[in-house]
């Protein structure tokens, strides 16, 4: 029997139907666009889109033409949480392992984000709160307008700060004096506040927002994909470790991408004096 190559198992994302937000993907498939589309609710997540997203962001490690996510929402808002109506009502009817499973599936769109090898960015604008918080924070990048607002606000409906991995994330990106007081009171973050520190790559008008998030996207897809695809993964890992694991565990990440061929190709080109074309390998 043939052996099977890893490329046996990848498979196009293009044409993916997604059920409970927008997919589209640019023409050379590699610039995938969600859109958070309940916008008369301000694009409050359900149960049922949790899960999607969650299932997605596990099986884009085997997309064969998907190199960079772009993650918004419709009519100018990012996202305003889990619904009150068909989330956070049901959970108070719910018995202590079924509140454990809930909680440990939005845990796992974290996870599922964290690991997909594609850098994703949020393009945020207006009201970010709650879990819409947490996917903005979970993304690789985050841009947004002098409009957003970003607030975690577990605290306003009796919930600890500590959701989704908030007390673990938000710290490392702005600091822990600054998550400790925005965890605990549930306040606004403002646009400029989230630019200054750390949050925020950049803020953009809301024109122009969508536009600025997919030109970084299609240069990181065109870009050195595996490389970046490494980048993620030692940010990820580099956490719980000491500075000799660190270090050790980057010469090695290094030398398997300079047996790449966009080591070689990159060389060349700058022998050539042209830009080189990286294809991911």
């Excluded at 050379?28 to 969600?34: H, L, N, Q, S």
């Excluded at 808002?77 to 719910?94: A, H, Q, R, W």
């Excluded at 908030?166 to 009171?185: N, Y």
Aim: charged share 25%; aromatic share 8%; proline share 4%.
């Amino acid at each position: 029997m043939a052996e099977l190559s890893m490329q046996d198992h990848k498979r196009p994302f293009k044409d993916y139907q997604a059920r409970h937000f927008r997919w589209e993907c640019s023409a050379d498939g590699r610039v995938a666009t969600i859109t958070l589309n309940r916008p008369e609710k301000k694009n409050p997540l359900t149960f049922d889109s949790y899960a999607e997203l969650r299932d997605l962001f596990h099986n884009l490690k085997y997309a064969s033409d998907v190199r960079a996510v772009v993650i918004q929402g419709e009519g100018g808002n990012y996202c305003s949480g889990g619904d009150v109506f068909e989330i956070i009502e049901p959970l108070t009817k719910m018995t202590m392992p079924e509140l454990l499973e809930f909680t440990r599936m939005t845990g796992d769109l974290v996870k599922a984000m964290r690991r997909a090898p594609q850098p994703v960015i949020s393009a945020i604008d207006g009201f970010c709160a709650g879990a819409g918080a947490m996917v903005a924070l979970a993304s690789d990048f985050r841009l947004g307008t002098p409009a957003t607002k970003t607030a975690y606000l577990f605290t306003r409906v009796g919930l600890a700060g500590a959701d989704m991995g908030a007390c673990g994330l938000l710290p490392r990106m702005i600091g822990q004096g600054r998550a400790t007081e925005l965890l605990m009171t549930g306040r606004v973050m403002s646009a400029e506040e989230g630019l200054s520190w750390g949050f925020f790559s950049a803020l953009h008008q809301a024109e122009e927002l969508l536009g600025k998030a997919q030109a970084l996207a299609q240069s990181l897809a065109d870009g050195p994909w595996f490389a970046h695809t490494m980048t993620k993964t030692m940010l990820n890992q580099e956490w719980a470790m000491g500075i000799e694991e660190m270090v050790e565990s980057e010469a090695q990440a290094q030398a398997i991408c300079m047996m790449t061929g966009d080591f070689r190709r990159a060389f060349d080109a700058f022998a050539a004096k042209q830009k080189p074309k990286f294809e991911g390998n």
